[in-house]
């Protein structure tokens, strides 16, 4: 469904100290980084889309919407929880503590947590676990 998200940063540099070891404890691979521009990108290793992008926006303006999210999918309950401690550890801040959230389905098990700029991230495992 999605070719590439993108996540507009103001701070580059701090946001990709924050991105990098998440988006490891995500096991995605970093497909580039360009100081330049400057952006990055991450991949699910061997699938060239979709792909996941920090920046600064094209326009020169950063701008964190009220309302808008973006959520990544875990493989486990286990990973959730090691993603959204990754997050905090390395700036981030609490938005929703690793649990199930039934009100969406039995299975939901997510965490919110908002990146070093603010923009606000979920990382959630959507299959039962024993």
Partial sequence: ??????????????????????????????????????????????????????????????????GQMTAFLADSRAQVDAVYQTALVFGGSSEGTPGLRPEYHADYYGAYFRDTE???LCVACHVAEA
Avoid at 15 to 32: E, K, S, T
């Fill in 118 to 120: 603010g923009n606000k």
């Fill in 1 to 66: 469904m999605f070719s590439h998200i993108f996540v507009g940063v103001a701070d580059f540099e701090r946001a990709l100290r924050f991105y990098a070891p998440v988006m490891q404890a995500l096991g995605q691979q970093q497909r580039f980084i360009d100081r330049t521009r400057p952006w990055a990108g991450w991949q699910t290793e061997g699938v060239a889309r979709p792909l996941f992008l920090i920046g600064t926006p094209f326009e020169g303006e950063h701008l964190t919407g009220n």
